[in-house]
Each structure stands twice: as structure tokens, then as C-alpha cells.
């Protein structure tokens, strides 16, 4: 079993930053990729940004140039740097964890509100 726990969201005014967290445990051995989702309401979840093992990222095109996901791997952390914050990047935003066999693992949602 992997726990995931993720902090780090709030309420920004447009054009902020924010930095989210996602602290890994648990049988973190044979993880393959962790990321961010987000789900904003009526809407369906949507990767945000991902970080494989060997550190290769993909990000969703509507948050390229603006949100950069890293990791601290001592620390079984990964981060995702939110700046020029808009409107529409309102949403709940869950860590995920594709760990062997494809199994996926999901932490608690934080919430993310940017106001115009």
C-alpha cells in the first residue's frame, strides 16, 4: 500500500503562485509515476502534470509555462509550482501514484480557488 498526503493549496487572487505537496509512504518501492489531477465542479479530472522515476514531466497544454512539477526523492516528495494562477485553474487538486501492476493510489484532494 502507498499513502499519499497532499497540502498546499488555498485561495490566490489571479496571476499568484501557489506550491503544492505530496509526501509519499508506505511501499513506496516500484512507484513509476507520480502527479497532480485536478477536478474542477461539472467538469471531469484532468491530469495536470506528472514526474516519472527517471524524472520525465508532461503537463497538460492548458498549464505548459506556467506550473512545473519536481521531486525530492529523499524526501519521497513531489511538488507542483503553481504561477499566473487563473480563474479557470479553480479546482480540487489530488496527488496520484502509479505504483506496480498499474495500480493507482490517490491522496486526499486540496483545494485550489483563484479569484478574478
Known sequence: QVQLVGSGG??????????????????????????WYRQAP????????????????????????????????????????MNSLKPEDTAVYSCNALGPYGIDYWGQGTQVTVSS
Open 10 to 35: 488555498g485561495l490566490v487572487q489571479a496571476g499568484g503562485s501557489l506550491r503544492l505537496s505530496c509526501v509519499a509512504s508506505g511501499s513506496i518501492f516500484g512507484i513509476n509515476r507520480m502527479g
Open 42 to 81: 461539472g467538469k471531469q479530472r484532468e491530469l495536470v502534470a506528472a514526474i516519472t522515476s527517471g524524472g520525465r514531466t508532461n503537463y497538460a497544454d492548458s498549464v505548459k509555462g506556467r506550473f512545473t512539477i519536481s521531486r525530492d526523492n529523499a524526501k519521497n516528495t513531489v511538488f507542483l509550482q
